[in-house]
């Protein structure tokens, strides 16, 4: 346990000492004041007579958990694995007294904790924009509840951004192999029938099952089975093909 946390440490290390992912915080932020302005100007230009009263905090949860932290993870992901094999950095941490299933749950659990953390920076910065424009804020403890849900599928996504990257050699191959086939697999349902009820990346808004509509246990039961499955294949074949993989 002492050696990985050792590692998870080392590679959050490496994460957080990265000035793009501030950067990417910000422009999320932006987004979130850019809807509020929106809403603003709509009632500027209205004189009044036309005003747009919204949750921020829910309404942008989707952007934030579908959009913006899903792109996070997936250029971590890329550069705690295929970044650090073209650099040639990755036999380093093979140097580390830690197996390299830990190594693989390390790097895949830093690039999580970094999304979880923006996931809730995000929450915080929405929360701001609704206190100080007047909105309603009554219902802070259920957003903040939605937003901690909404962690739970982004293991999912953690876990395919890993399986493309050790499949790979290119980061940026791999950043973008791993945004089309999460963008394929988001949007599939929207196009094929009944896709939506075999693929994880249907539950990324988890919220809306747990906390907004009320749905059957068994179908609960379902679709946290294929939540569970998709993401116990995700780390097995990444796991079966890192141990063999050639570094």
């Keep these: 346990m002492n050696n990985f946390m050792f590692a998870l440490n080392k590679e959050l290390f490496k994460l957080i000492h990265k000035k793009k992912y501030i950067i990417l915080t910000v422009i999320g932020a932006l987004v979130s ?71 693989l749950t390390a790097k895949a659990a830093a690039a999580l904790i970094l999304g979880a953390a923006v996931l809730i920076i995000m929450y915080f910065v929405n929360m701001a924009i609704q206190l100080f424009t007047g909105g309603n804020t009554n219902n802070l403890l259920a957003a903040f509840a939605a937003y901690m849900i909404d962690i739970i599928p982004l293991i999912g996504i953690a876990f395919l951004g890993v399986l493309i990257n050790v499949c790979l050699k290119g980061s940026t191959s791999a950043t973008l192999l791993s945004l089309a086939v999460y963008g394929v697999m988001k949007y599939m349902g929207l196009y094929v029938a009944g896709s939506a009820s075999f693929l994880f990346t249907a539950s990324a808004k988890l919220h809306l099952m747990l906390l907004g509509q009320t749905l059957p246990l068994n179908v609960l039961m379902y679709k946290f089975g294929i939540l569970a499955g998709s993401i116990l294949i995700l780390y097995s074949l990444s796991y079966i093909i890192f141990e063999r993989k050639n570094i």
């Design 33 to 103: 004041l850019a809807r509020w302005g929106g809403s603003a100007l709509v009632a500027k230009l209205s004189h009044g007579y036309l005003t747009i009263n919204a949750n921020i905090g829910l309404e942008m949860l989707p952007f934030a958990v579908e959009i913006l932290v899903p792109i996070i993870i997936f250029i971590a992901v890329s550069d705690l694995f295929t970044h650090e094999y073209s650099s040639d950095t990755l036999k380093m941490s093979l140097l580390q007294p830690v197996t390299r299933f830990k190594l």
